[in-house]
């Protein structure tokens, strides 16, 4: 079982950085995939970025890559993702999500991911 909680959202201007965090209670941080997902008003959940247990070979989403970057610290239990030069359409809520064991090439699937957080929102404003 693992349980997340996020933190860090707010409201940003546009061009502005934001910081994430996902705190994970887990016995064994390092053996779960983890990922950030987030959802729009009337939008489908999409994937944004990932990482894998050793933090090497991140994944991002097309529309983030270069601004966002996702980190994690195993020591901590804690997944982060740095979010710059925000734009209005970053607006979201923002989701972390964890995997236990291989997922392979459906790590941008939400499906594949059984365990979320609540979600925090971060609106940015133009």
């Known amino acids: 079982q693992v349980q997340l909680v996020e933190s860090g959202g707010g409201l940003v201007q546009a061009g502005g950085s934001r910081g994430l965090s996902c705190a994970a209670s887990?016995?064994?941080?390092?053996?779960?995939?983890m990922a950030w997902f987030r959802q729009a008003p009337g939008k489908e959940r999409e994937f944004v970025a990932a990482v894998s247990w050793s933090g090497g070979s991140p994944y991002y989403a097309d529309s983030v890559k270069g601004r966002f970057t996702i980190s994690r610290d195993n020591a901590k239990n804690t997944v982060y993702l740095q979010m710059n030069s925000l734009k209005p359409e970053d607006s979201a809520v923002y989701y972390c999500a964890a995997a236990t064991g291989y997922i392979g090439s459906t790590y941008r699937t939400a499906k594949s991911y059984p365990y979320w957080g609540q979600g925090t929102q971060v609106t940015v404003s133009s």
């Open positions: 887990v016995r064994t941080f390092s053996n779960v995939f």
